[in-house]
C-alpha cells in the first residue's frame, strides 16, 4: 500500500519567514496531494491540492510543488504569520476515483511572533 | 452550505462494549470516509462509502464496520471496544465519487472515543 513519509516534524519559524514542508510517497499510481492545517482540537481543514498532471500551484501565501518522477511535494508557506502555527498533513490518494488518503505523521509548525 | 455534521462529539464507553458514530455529509456529496486519528499511528484510513456501497477498507479488524444511508449519511461501528480504539474518529465527506479523478474531502468535528 501507499506510504507517505512527512518532514520535519516540528518546524520553528520566525514571523515573516517562510516555511518548508516536504513528503515522500511510494506508489507511483497516486495522483492526489492534498495538504491539511489542524489547529488544536479542530477539524483538518483543506489547504490546498494538487493533481498528478501539475508540477505546481499557489494560492496567496501557499504554494505545493510535485516532482512525479521522485515522487516527493512540498509545501511553501511564505511571509508566515502566528495564525499559521499548527499541525500541518500532507497526504496521497492512490487510486482515481476513491477517496481513500494515506497521510504523512504531520509537522507542527510553531511561527514566533 | 452547512458542513460535515458527527454526532456525539464525546463519548466513554468500557472495554468490550459496541459503539455507533453518525456523520452527516455536506448537502450533495454522495462519498464519506472515515478515518482513526491518534497519537501514536496518526491518520489512517477506515473505509469510504459511496451510494450505500462499501468502495475502500484499511487495515483494520473486522470490529470496525460501517454503513451509508439512502440520503448519504454514515454510520460506524466498532464492537467489542478495546483500549487500544481510544481515538478521534473522523468522517470526510467528498461531492463526487463514481470514476474521475480523486476529490477534495472535507472533514467533520470528529468524535473523541475513549475507552476505559
Known amino acids: 500500500g501507499e506510504n507517505v513519509e512527512q518532514h520535519p516534524s516540528t518546524l520553528s519559524v520566525q514571523e515573516g519567514d517562510s516555511a518548508v514542508i516536504k513528503c515522500t510517497y511510494s506508489?507511483?499510481?497516486?495522483?492526489?496531494f492534498p495538504w491539511y492545517k489542524q489547529e488544536l482540537g479542530k477539524r483538518p481543514q483543506l489547504i490546498i491540492d494538487i493533481r498528478s498532471n501539475v508540477g505546481e500551484k499557489k494560492d496567496q501565501r501557499i504554494a505545493v510543488t510535485l516532482n512525479k518522477t521522485a515522487k516527493h511535494f512540498s509545501l511553501h508557506i511564505t511571509e508566515t504569520q502566528p495564525e499559521d502555527s499548527a499541525v500541518y498533513f500532507c497526504?496521497?490518494?492512490?487510486?482515481?476515483?476513491?477517496?481513500?488518503?494515506?497521510f504523512g505523521t504531520g509537522t507542527r509548525l510553531t511561527v514566533i511572533p | 452550505k452547512a458542513g460535515v455534521t458527527q454526532t456525539p462529539r464525546y463519548l466513554i464507553k468500557t472495554r468490550g462494549q459496541q459503539v455507533t458514530l453518525s456523520c452527516s455529509p455536506i448537502?450533495?456529496?454522495?462519498?464519506v470516509s472515515w478515518y482513526q486519528q491518534t497519537p501514536g499511528q496518526g491518520l489512517q484510513f477506515l473505509f469510504e462509502?459511496?451510494?450505500?456501497?462499501?468502495?475502500n477498507k484499511g487495515n483494520f479488524p473486522g470490529r470496525f464496520s460501517g454503513r451509508q444511508f439512502s440520503n448519504s449519511r454514515s454510520e460506524m461501528n466498532v464492537s467489542t471496544l478495546e483500549l487500544g480504539d481510544s481515538a478521534l474518529y473522523l468522517c470526510?465527506?467528498?461531492?463526487?465519487?463514481?470514476?474521475?479523478?480523486?476529490?477534495?474531502?472535507?472533514f467533520g468535528p470528529g468524535t473523541r472515543l475513549t475507552v476505559t
Open positions: 470526510a465527506s467528498t461531492p463526487r465519487g463514481a470514476g474521475g479523478s480523486s476529490y477534495e474531502q472535507y
Open positions: 506508489d507511483s499510481a497516486s495522483n492526489y
Open positions: 497526504a496521497a490518494s492512490p487510486q482515481t476515483g476513491a477517496n481513500n488518503l494515506f
Open positions: 448537502s450533495g456529496h454522495r462519498s
Open positions: 462509502y459511496f451510494s450505500e456501497t462499501q468502495r
